[in-house]
Structures are given as structure tokens and as C-alpha cells.
């Protein structure tokens, strides 16, 4: 559970800023994707750790009024995962406080059929530890995203089917490469699909059936980035599940991402699959 304050500039040490709007939102890289996929019409489960507080019954509401599947949610001693963040509209940017659960507890039944009947299992950090050591791995059940948003400049790609980390990520795996061959060289030696997002400027992939293929942003009045990332995650496999090549897969998934920015949390504007045609069909 995110605490969202949008204020005009962050505030000095012990100074009190009045914020323009305060937010109560679900976040989380898997948990935003996995709303992301369920409003775009793939059907979704969430597989995790919550605790047995008041944060944590909050964000069971949220999963169900989104239509997400939470058979697959431990309830564990440790509390909630969240975060208070302050976002600042003169940077376009934001300040995170973060408090993890101590502890995942060990996926249960429900979560382990839930993954071995799903066509994908997209994982975030936690989860990418999670799955190995339930036994899943590439090849073996479900083809596997990656959000590599971060520290993986030594993960070894071939390990997933879907690797997706940000344009900066990838200079720290290929400091004396450019991003276009970066990617490539990565897609090729893993046999996967790879892709990188670039914030604003939209997102490059690259699969050996499409070849380097790359989409521009758009333009939204931004209230938040927060989550953007994220939407677009989840956006991109639900693009895949459905059938679109990479490169539409691509310009979709910015789409959805630009239009979740509207809102001051990672989830409110997230769009419905009528929504983004009607978005990408104003902007040809």
C-alpha cells in the first residue's frame, strides 16, 4: 500500500509543505502489473506475501475489485509491504520510503497451480527468487517476464523469455555498446525476447522474429510517473498474450503507460483495452 503526496516542491529539513493531493493507492512492480493485465482483459493472478493487518485487507479489496485472482496471497506474521512517497511536481520526480515484509512465506498450493496453468508468469525481484525456488524456471512451465528494473547488469538473461530492464540498466551491462546493440546482443545469446524502456522517449526491443523494433512515447498532462513502469509491464505481456507482433506490443504498452500517468498513484488511470484504441486511434 502506497501513501501518495503531490506537493510543488519537496520540503526542506523540518519544513511543512501543503500537499495538493494525498493518495492511498496499491503499488508494487507485480501488483501493478498484474492490474494492468486484468483492465486490458487477460485474466490475472497475484502470488505473494501480504501481513495480517489493516494494509494488507486493504489491498485483498483492491485485487478484488479489480478482478485479480488472490488464491495465491500468503498471509504472513510480518507487515504489509508499502511506501510513502512524495512527489514533486516541479522535478517530475519523487522520494520513496519503503518498508518490505521481513519475510515471503513459501508459496502455497494455490499459488504453485496457479503458476503451472498460467501462460505467463511475470516476477519482479522478490518474485524472480520466489519462482526459482519453487522450481519453475525457463523451459520448464510457463514462459517467464522479467521486470529488471534494477541491479542486474549481471543477471544472466537466458534464465527468462522476456527480460525487460530500463535503457540505464542496460549501459551498465554493455558500457561500451550502444543500446540498440546491447539489446540485441542479449536477445540473441538468450534466445529471448528483450526489451528496454527509455522513460518518456518511448521503448526498444528486440526478438529474432521481428528484428530491432522500437515505439516513441506520448505526450500526456502528467500528474505522476509513479507506476509507469510498472503499467507498462504488464502491459507489454498482456499485448504478447493477445497476439500483437513486438513492435505494436511496444507502441501499445507506451500507450498505456503514458495514459497511467495521468493519475497521482500507479493504478487509477491505468486504461481499459477500449480506452487505449480509443487513445492510440486519436494519436495516428
Known amino acids: 500500500m502506497d501513501t501518495i503526496a503531490l506537493v510543488d516542491v519537496y520540503p526542506d529539513e523540518d519544513e ?8 492511498r493507492s496499491g503499488g508494487g512492480p507485480a501488483a501493478v502489473a498484474a492490474v494492468a493485465l486484468s483492465r486490458l482483459g ?22 478484488a475489485r479489480e478482478g485479480v485472482d488472490t488464491t495465491g496471497i500468503c498471509v504472513g506474521s ?36 496457479l503458476m503451472r496453468e498460467a ?9 524472480i527468487e520466489q519462482i526459482t525456488g519453487a522450481g519453475f524456471s525457463r523451459g520448464n ?55 528496454a524502456t527509455q522513460g518518456a522517449q518511448g521503448s ?23 507506476g509507469a513502469g510498472d503499467v507498462f509491464h504488464g502491459a507489454l505481456v498482456a499485448q504478447l498474450v493477445q497476439g500483437h507482433s513486438l513492435q505494436l506490443a511496444l507502441q501499445r504498452a507506451n500507450a498505456a503507460a503514458a495514459l497511467s500517468c495521468r493519475g497521482l498513484d500507479g ?6 483495452t477500449p480506452e487505449l484504441d480509443a487513445f492510440l486511434e486519436a494519436h495516428k
Open 42 to 63: 487477460v485474466k490475472s493472478a497475484i502470488v505473494g506475501t501480504i501481513g495480517d493487518d489493516a494494509d494488507g485487507a486493504q489491498v485483498m479489496e483492491i485485487f
Open 204 to 226: 526498444i526491443g528486440f526478438s529474432a522474429q521481428s528484428g530491432l523494433v522500437s515505439a516513441s512515447g506520448f505526450s500526456v498532462e502528467i500528474m505522476s510517473t509513479l
Open 141 to 195: 512451465g510457463p514462459l517467464i517476464s522479467f521486470d529488471a528494473g534494477y541491479n542486474v547488469e549481471k543477471f544472466d538473461a537466458s534464465k527468462v523469455d522476456l527480460f525487460v530492464p530500463t535503457d540505464r540498466q542496460m549501459a551498465l551491462r554493455h558500457p561500451t555498446t550502444s543500446l540498440e546493440i546491447a539489446i540485441e546482443r542479449d536477445a540473441v545469446a538468450g534466445k529471448n525476447i528483450v526489451v
Open 267 to 272: 493504478q487509477s488511470k491505468i486504461p481499459t
Open 16 to 23: 511543512r509543505v501543503i500537499a495538493k493531493e494525498i493518495s
Open 78 to 113: 510480518t507487515p504489509t509491504a508499502g511506501s510513502v512517497i512524495v512527489a514533486s511536481r516541479a522535478y517530475n520526480s519523487r522520494a520513496i520510503s519503503t518498508r518490505q515484509p521481513v519475510k515471503q512465506e513459501v508459496l502455497n498450493s494455490s499459488a504453485q497451480e
Open 119 to 127: 501462460q505467463w508468469i511475470h516476477v519482479d525481484h522478490v518474485g
